[in-house]
């Protein structure tokens, strides 16, 4: 059972920076594409940034340049870089793997448990 276990979120002023990480564990699997996602109250969980396994990287218009995602792939874990922040960065984040299940023969998305982000004005 893969078990993914975030850390890294908190409160910044507007301008400020925060490093998130999300840790793969329970799985010798490979994994394919690692994404981070945003969650605000009342509105659906929105991609921020992904990076593929050869280390491609895709980022959300409004984050582009302030946001660096990044990945370990011996440690399992993916990364994002957030500086510039201002308040509308402000949500859960949630990181999301694409996991292969070798005994199930199949890949499998598995979510972190979410952090808060809160950028203060």
């Known amino acids: 059972q893969v078990q993914l276990v975030e850390s890294g979120g908190g409160l910044v002023q507007s301008g400020g920076s925060l490093n998130l990480s999300c840790a793969a564990s329970?799985?010798?699997?490979?994994?394919?594409?690692m994404r981070w996602y945003r969650q605000v109250p009342g509105k659906e969980r929105d991609m921020v940034a992904s990076i593929s396994s050869s280390g491609r990287t895709n980022y959300e218009d409004s984050v582009k340049g302030r946001f660096t995602i990044s990945r370990d792939n011996i440690k399992k874990t993916v990364y994002l870089e957030m500086s510039s922040l201002n308040p509308e960065d402000t949500g859960v984040y949630y990181c999301?793997?694409?996991?292969?299940?070798?005994?199930?023969?199949?890949?499998?998305?598995?979510w972190g448990q979410g952090t808060q982000v809160t950028v203060s004005s």
């Open positions: 999301n793997l694409y996991v292969w299940i070798a005994g199930e023969l199949t890949w499998r998305h598995y």
């Open positions: 329970g799985s010798n699997s490979s994994i394919d594409v």
